[in-house]
């Protein structure tokens, strides 16, 4: 049987922030964490293989360790419910946070603490949802387009003109900005003649 151990998760949403990861596991090897489970993937995901594994590895009297709430659960029911199956496994977890301060579910006051961040976290995510979403609102009812232009369907009438004009598909592509093999998908597949 293993000795009692402090197991590490470390997650980032995108696979574009290698840096945070590398930051949390710095941060769970200096808290002692002798096994990381690490993965990039969205806290919304119900998919989280490593926090899985974490999980199924951990053993009575190991800690979970992690570097923010919001990196285990993205609500407070889901942070709770994380708690409870830790220590229903009859084990800890340590959220390594507000500036050193270190929240330990073992201890009452820490418990508590956890649950208010947790809160307040997801309180802000709503707000921060509810913001986008009327920020989407208000461009749709101002009639702004959404999402990404479409550069070369909204040109083919110009490059249509500069085609029978005598331009090249390289030349239009050139004064459009856009790639040449736009211009000759805006002119149905028609090559240079």
Known sequence: MRPVMKIGYARVSTVDQDAGLEAQIRDLT????????????????????????????????????VTKPD?????????????QTVQAKKCGLIVLSMNGTTLDTTSPTSKLMLTMLA?????????????????????KAEGRPMGRPRTVLSKTQTIRKMRQKGLSAAAIAKQLGIARSGVYRALGGQGES
């Open 71 to 83: 990196r285990l659960a993205r609500s407070t029911a889901d942070l709770l419910g994380y708690v």
């Open 119 to 139: 809160a307040v976290a997801e309180f802000e995510r709503d707000l921060m949802l509810e913001r986008q979403r009327e920020g989407i609102a208000k461009a």
């Open 30 to 65: 200096a808290a002692g964490c002798e096994k990381i489970f690490a993965e990039k993937v969205s806290g919304t995901d119900s998919q989280r293989p490593a926090l899985m594994e974490a999980l199924e590895y951990v053993r009575p009297g190991d800690v979970l360790v």
